[in-house]
């Protein structure tokens, strides 16, 4: 099987008076390094403006296409692909770097390799931690990656793994530059390789300033396109009553995750444009399975039972999702209707408390984000009402945040006991939700926040995962979503719908069913009907990065 595609037309899009555009953001990113993070923040920051992957996805949709490779073909025993790597692909520079060739195999195996050899330079420089490349299992289906030539490599693998096209596409897998490292290691300053980032995406990286902004300069050699975009900032605005004030007062040209309130205020208005999307996504209440009292399935199944989840998605999410019944969305070609759906049903769950030993309930907390996200717009009032319905049955709860990277890092290492999250898809297989999410591999410190380690779920998508027929493998997933209405290691409670609002005189935003942000095919109105002023806290250079008149 393969795939090769032309190079996408290079050329200069029409000029207008417009050149700036200022993002409202709704969180600081955790990190710059998408290898190191699956933080939604990091994942916007950085995969649609510094970083290229060898495949990615055809903007608004879960189609793949070509990117740094432009072809590949898979052996008959599904153990081995050959990429065709792009040629004339040009890496940015900044004040520690120039680079002083193009693209080749060399830095496409060096960033692989990153997250998948311990004695890689790189290896250790986030700590050794790469969830989305470990939590998938990478580093032991991977055997090897050889370098045919210049711009052809080849990866095999250990097993026959369907979704691998899909994970590579994520934005987890960025391809970024060897000699730049080389470089920096002469110099005795890698750290400074994720600091000040390196890729080949459509715009160069400026600067940062936690919980403040974001600058991006558009990069002018970049392989696919030209953007009418010249300036890009994101405007970190973590309050949505804040950001939409922002946004109304002309401030931002694109705003995040919008309120209900809001679609209905911008629905009233000409000059913006609301775009909303079925999101492929999930929020959960996770418990921490090697906690008790929450090691004991009864235990889980009455909290769940606890909680009227109808009331959450009127209030929380004013009617602007579906209840989740497991992982997959309706929208999954995966999905399959509960057998034993969850209702509200606090008499019910008294019952099991007191067959699991807790007649009289007990105490916990609940860990709420800190930030909006896509899949859950009020974390803080989610828990708030969790409360509520739990003091009906006993059980008295503590609410429980810290700033965005202390909230990841403390739950990552299962300092919790129950913690409100989510999960945006990276790709539209539904391996994306279930292994990351739920594997035993993931609950080893990485995006398996219930630390739920169950066997026989671990074999049912690993065969899964080696099974060509799509027939086949949903049979299996069936089988893994029973098993975990009946585990039950989190609460599902939404499905949310992708929302964002755009000024009338921005054309081309498309949003993505995975929940990512792109700027590639954005453009400017020749006429303006109304031109947002930069918010003076993000000028540092008036006369390089103010509007033309």
């Given at each position: 099987m393969?795939?090769?595609?032309?190079?996408?037309?290079p050329?200069?899009?029409?000029?207008?008076?417009r050149?700036?555009?200022v993002?409202?953001?709704?969180?600081?990113p955790?990190?710059?390094?998408p290898?190191?993070?699956?933080?939604?923040?990091?994942?916007?920051?950085?995969?649609?403006?510094?970083?290229?992957?060898?495949?990615?996805y055809?903007?608004?949709?879960?189609?793949?296409?070509?990117?740094?490779?432009?072809?590949?073909?898979?052996?008959?025993?599904?153990?081995?692909?050959?990429?065709?790597?792009?040629?004339?692909?040009?890496?940015?520079?900044?004040?520690?770097f120039?680079?002083?060739?193009?693209?080749?195999?060399?830095?496409?195996?060096?960033?692989l390799?990153?997250?998948?050899?311990?004695?890689?330079?790189?290896?250790?420089?986030?700590?050794?931690?790469?969830?989305?490349?470990?939590g998938q299992?990478?580093?032991?289906?991977?055997?090897?990656?050889?370098?045919?030539?210049d711009?052809?490599?080849?990866i095999?693998?250990?097993?026959?793994?369907?979704?691998?096209?899909?994970?590579l596409?994520?934005?987890?897998?960025?391809i970024?530059?060897?000699?730049?490292?080389?470089q920096?290691e002469?110099?005795?300053?890698?750290?400074?390789?994720?600091?000040?980032?390196?890729?080949?995406?459509?715009?160069?990286?400026?600067?940062?300033?936690?919980?403040?902004?974001?600058?991006?300069?558009r990069?002018?050699?970049h392989?696919?396109?030209?953007s009418?975009?010249?300036?890009l900032?994101?405007a970190?605005?973590?309050?949505?009553?804040m950001?939409?004030?922002?946004?109304a007062?002309?401030?931002?040209?694109?705003?995040?995750?919008?309120?209900p309130?809001?679609?209905?205020?911008?629905?009233?208005?000409d000059?913006?444009?609301?775009?909303?999307?079925?999101g492929?996504?999930?929020?959960?209440?996770?418990?921490?399975?090697?906690?008790?009292?929450?090691?004991?399935?009864?235990?889980?199944?009455?909290?769940?039972?606890a909680?009227?989840?109808?009331?959450?998605?009127?209030?929380?999410?004013?009617?602007q999702?579906?209840?989740?019944?497991?992982?997959?969305?309706?929208?999954?070609?995966?999905?399959?209707?509960?057998?034993?759906?969850?209702?509200?049903?606090?008499?019910?769950?008294?019952?099991?408390?007191?067959?699991a030993?807790?007649?009289?309930?007990?105490?916990l907390?609940?860990?709420?984000?800190?930030?909006?996200?896509?899949y859950?717009?009020?974390?803080?009032?989610?828990a708030?009402?969790?409360?509520?319905?739990?003091?009906?049955?006993?059980?008295?709860?503590?609410?429980v945040?810290?700033?965005w990277?202390?909230?990841?890092?403390?739950?990552?290492?299962?300092?919790?006991q129950t913690?409100?999250?989510?999960?945006?898809?990276d790709?539209?297989d539904?391996?994306?939700?279930?292994?990351?999410?739920?594997?035993?591999?993931?609950?080893?410190?990485?995006?398996?926040?219930s630390?739920?380690?169950?066997q026989?779920?671990?074999?049912?998508?690993?065969?899964?995962?080696?099974?060509?027929?799509?027939?086949?493998?949903?049979?299996?997933?069936?089988?893994?979503?029973?098993?975990?209405?009946?585990?039950?290691?989190?609460?599902p409670?939404a499905?949310?719908?992708?929302?964002?609002?755009?000024?009338?005189?921005?054309h081309?935003l498309?949003?993505?069913p995975?929940?990512?942000?792109?700027?590639?095919?954005i453009?400017?109105?020749?006429?303006?009907?109304?031109?947002?002023?930069?918010?003076?806290?993000?000028?540092?250079?008036?006369?390089?990065?103010?509007?033309?008149?």
């Amino acid at each position: 099987m393969s795939l090769t595609a032309c190079q996408p037309d290079p050329s200069p899009n029409k000029q207008t008076k417009r050149s700036l555009l200022v993002y409202c953001a709704e969180g600081s990113p955790v990190t710059l390094n998408p290898q190191t993070s699956t933080s939604g923040t990091t994942v916007d920051a950085t995969s649609a403006t510094i970083f290229n992957q060898l495949i990615d996805y055809v903007p608004g949709t879960t189609n793949l296409r070509p990117s740094l490779a432009t072809g590949w073909q898979i052996s008959e025993t599904g153990l081995i692909y050959r990429f065709d790597i792009r040629t004339g692909v040009h890496f940015q520079s900044n004040q520690y770097f120039s680079p002083s060739r193009p693209l080749n195999a060399d830095d496409v195996i060096f960033s692989l390799n990153r997250q998948r050899l311990k004695e890689h330079p790189l290896y250790k420089l986030s700590d050794s931690r790469y969830p989305y490349f470990q939590g998938q299992g990478l580093s032991q289906l991977i055997t090897d990656i050889r370098k045919i030539n210049d711009h052809q490599i080849e990866i095999e693998l250990s097993r026959p793994e369907s979704p691998f096209l899909s994970i590579l596409a994520t934005p987890f897998i960025p391809i970024q530059s060897k000699e730049y490292a080389e470089q920096l290691e002469k110099q005795n300053q890698l750290a400074l390789y994720d600091k000040f980032p390196i890729g080949t995406g459509p715009f160069s990286f400026v600067g940062y300033e936690v919980d403040s902004y974001i600058r991006f300069k558009r990069f002018d050699e970049h392989f696919a396109y030209k953007s009418q975009i010249k300036d890009l900032v994101y405007a970190i605005t973590p309050d949505p009553a804040m950001r939409f004030a922002r946004f109304a007062a002309g401030e931002c040209d694109v705003m995040r995750y919008p309120l209900p309130i809001h679609l209905k205020l911008a629905a009233q208005q000409d000059s913006i444009e609301s775009i909303q999307t079925p999101g492929l996504n999930v929020a959960y209440w996770a418990f921490n399975t090697q906690k008790e009292p929450f090691n004991n399935p009864k235990v889980r199944k009455a909290l769940s039972l606890a909680i009227n989840r109808q009331a959450i998605i009127r209030s929380v999410y004013n009617n602007q999702a579906v209840l989740a019944e497991g992982p997959l969305a309706p929208t999954s070609w995966a999905y399959q209707q509960s057998e034993t759906p969850i209702e509200y049903n606090p008499e019910k769950a008294k019952q099991l408390l007191t067959e699991a030993g807790y007649p009289g309930g007990f105490k916990l907390d609940i860990w709420a984000m800190p930030v909006q996200r896509g899949y859950n717009p009020n974390a803080r009032k989610m828990a708030e009402m969790i409360q509520q319905n739990l003091l009906e049955i006993g059980v008295v709860s503590e609410i429980v945040s810290y700033q965005w990277g202390t909230f990841l890092r403390r739950v990552r290492f299962g300092q919790h006991q129950t913690v409100l999250l989510g999960w945006n898809a990276d790709n539209g297989d539904p391996n994306n939700f279930l292994t990351p999410l739920l594997s035993c591999l993931a609950s080893q410190d990485r995006s398996n926040y219930s630390r739920w380690c169950h066997q026989e779920f671990d074999q049912i998508i690993m065969q899964a995962r080696q099974e060509s027929d799509p027939e086949i493998r949903k049979e299996h997933y069936h089988k893994a979503q029973k098993l975990l209405s009946k585990e039950l290691p989190w609460m599902p409670i939404a499905h949310a719908q992708n929302s964002l609002l755009v000024r009338s005189d921005i054309h081309g935003l498309r949003q993505s069913p995975l929940g990512g942000i792109s700027f590639e095919g954005i453009g400017f109105e020749p006429t303006v009907k109304s031109t947002p002023t930069e918010p003076e806290s993000l000028t540092t250079d008036k006369t390089s990065q103010e509007r033309q008149p």
